[in-house]
């Protein structure tokens, strides 16, 4: 069993209810590797911090209203101006994003812009980006938010190295997700499937219900009882 999301591991405390079955996630949209059984983290996919600065750089020049901060292993580091993020007020370290990045460790380097939506931001960052990083979003609505990895770096690449490491094949492997980062990880799924509320690009896989109404569990028991 493997879980793939856009969040931090540190806030998949949750998933500890799992731990019998020693899960894999794959956090941070894949640039982090996390087993929860042993709360350790087993790989990570940092960007390279001078095309990371440049990005950055860029972005600020086109002067947007995107305000920056970074997701490193052990802290979220922000702009002064930054949100408060309730989940990261502890690890949340308030200093120059860009001085930061040359100095710590990073997988994502995010924007936050609260007066437009992802898709609006995404819109605004994705040619300042031009293909130096992989830049994506998991939601449709206000604020914007864009999360910046790794160029390569996905849940679906994450899954990929996985499946060869360990000789799965992916046509062994059955996938969820709703947001449009999740269309490479489904397509390489044997089976892929979305909930009730996807974003459009997802249109072409199997929807299984609403995601709160406990559609994802009954489709598990369901592809268990088949074998």
């Known amino acids: 069993m493997f879980f793939a999301t856009g969040r931090p591991w ?13 899960p894999l996630v794959f956090a941070s949209n894949g640039a982090t590797w996390w087993r929860p059984k042993a709360d350790e983290v087993v790989r990570t996919e940092p960007i390279d911090p001078y095309v990371g600065r440049a990005v950055l750089d860029d972005v600020l020049a086109a002067d947007i209203g995107a305000l920056p901060a970074l997701e490193a292993a052990n802290q979220f ?10 989940e990261l007020e502890d690890l949340t370290v308030y200093t120059d ?31 300042i980006v031009d293909g130096r990083l992989y830049a ?45 980062n999740d269309f490479e990880m489904l397509r390489l799924a044997g089976k892929g499937y979305t909930m009730a509320t996807h974003d459009k690009s997802l249109n072409q896989f199997e929807v299984v219900g609403e995601a709160n109404d406990g559609a994802f569990g009954r489709k598990v028991m369901e592809l268990l009882q088949d074998g």
């Open 77 to 86: 580091i922000a702009d002064e101006g930054y949100p408060m993020v309730p």
């Open 136 to 180: 994506s979003w998991s939601t449709l609505t206000k604020p914007g938010f864009v999360e910046i990895s790794g160029f390569g770096v996905t849940k679906a690449a994450a899954l990929r190295k996985y499946c060869h490491e360990v000789e799965i094949d992916p046509a062994d492997i059955v996938a969820f997700g709703d947001g449009a």
């Open 97 to 127: 994003v860009g001085e930061a990045m040359l100095t710590t460790e990073f997988v994502k380097l995010v924007f936050l812009r609260t007066d437009v939506t992802s898709p609006e931001l995404g819109s605004m960052i994705l040619p």
């Open 10 to 22: 540190r806030w998949l405390g949750f998933l500890h209810e799992f731990d019998d079955l020693d």
